[in-house]
């Protein structure tokens, strides 16, 4: 099925228009008009080749929501009409021990939603930014929403399960401190869930600026990391601290901020490594520094299904099409608050002259 889509042909080239291909939907699949996409920090690392291994004709996209098209003969859970979600696994193995726990997302053969090899056309998954989308039945996800909402659920599925999956891991609750490193669109999402599940957070900025803001998001504190008696006030104090930075960064000047036993976990991944932290900061206190990657199937819906139920979205700029490369250059800028979304009933639009 020939389907609309924006992409680039290589990394030095802009996004532009471009038409793909869809498979047939499969007894197993569902085939999903797509409403709404938004702009991952991930899509420009991937279709800028700044990551290795980035096949050309790159299609981002990993914030998938949208409707119900067509189901196929075998499909349950789904029927035409629904408001459903894609995140950023379309396939895995299915039957090892990450997949059996419901941790798709660790399959040694995880599908991502784009760049990953697939037996379909052009030998790779093209993303989010297209008008429709073919997915398995076990990689779609409920929306429970009401659908005026639909465009801020969108970054749900990348940056909301991204934050809220440690957050669960480390038992995040009542009576725990919290910190979130960067104000972004992780960091935005990080704040407002570790707020929902009642800890006490403390937002982290290099921007005096974002102070109100993050307060507004559901901080309790904010601390400006280039001030150090802000940073030596918090010392040994933190069970948790998530790390959504996706630049490289003194990690230490965080890692003396957690109590015996905690830990800080990296979420954000930046193009180049982070200075390595010291050893000394790690074993004193018995702290972990360690990382998580999105969530898997159940998790992913079990976090929909908690911020469905309070009311939770993402903060968002919705953006035609065309605007998408103007977006990227504003991403790299940090002018957004805090995440775009694409209006993907634009991709056929014509380009508009304002651009």
């Known amino acids: 099925m020939p ?58 996209g990993h914030e998938i929501v949208g409707r119900v098209a067509a189901v196929g003969a075998h499909v349950t859970g789904f029927q035409q009409g629904d408001l459903v979600g894609v995140g950023c696994i379309v396939d895995s193995c299915k039957h090892c021990e990450d997949c059996a726990s419901g941790l798709e997302n660790y399959c040694d053969a995880m599908v991502g939603t784009y760049n990953f090899a697939t037996a379909d056309a052009p030998g790779w998954t093209l993303g989010g930014y297209s008008e429709q989308i073919v997915v398995h039945e076990r990689y779609v996800l ?7 909402q639909l465009a801020a659920v969108a970054p749900l599925l990348c940056a909301g399960i991204t934050t809220y999956s440690p957050l669960r891991h480390w038992n995040v609750g009542p009576g725990k401190k919290v910190g979130v490193v960067g104000i972004g669109g992780l960091g935005h999402m990080g704040i407002k869930l570790a707020h929902a599940m009642g800890a006490h957070v403390v937002a982290f900025t290099t921007s005096q600026s974002k102070r109100e803001a993050a307060l507004a998001l559901g901080a309790d504190e904010v601390v400006v990391s280039r001030n150090p008696d802000e940073m030596a006030a918090h010392a040994k104090s933190f069970d948790l601290i998530v790390n959504t930075v996706a630049a490289p960064h003194d990690l ?53 299904d908690f911020c469905a139920e309070r009311g939770i979205v993402a903060d968002v700029e919705l953006i035609r099409a065309d605007q998408i490369n103007q977006a990227y250059e504003r991403m790299l800028k940090g002018e957004v608050e805090y995440r775009f979304v694409i209006d993907n009933a634009t991709l056929s639009a014509p380009a508009r002259k304002d651009q």
């Open 252 to 304: 230490d000047a965080f890692l003396v901020l957690l109590k015996r036993d905690g830990a800080m976990v990296l979420v954000g991944a930046p193009a180049s490594p982070h200075p390595s932290a010291g050893v000394f900061n790690l074993i004193t206190k018995r702290r972990a520094l360690a990382g998580s990657m999105i969530g898997g199937l159940a998790e992913t819906q079990e976090m929909l």
């Open 3 to 60: 389907v609309q889509a924006y992409g680039a042909y290589a990394g030095d080239k802009p996004l532009e228009p471009m038409e793909i291909t869809r498979r047939a939907p499969g007894p197993h699949d569902v085939w999903i008009d797509i409403a709404y996409c938004g702009i991952c920090h991930s899509d420009l690392h991937q279709v800028r080749g700044e990551w290795a291994g980035t096949q050309f004709p790159c299609v981002p």
């Open 142 to 148: 409920r929306i429970r929403h009401p659908e005026a």
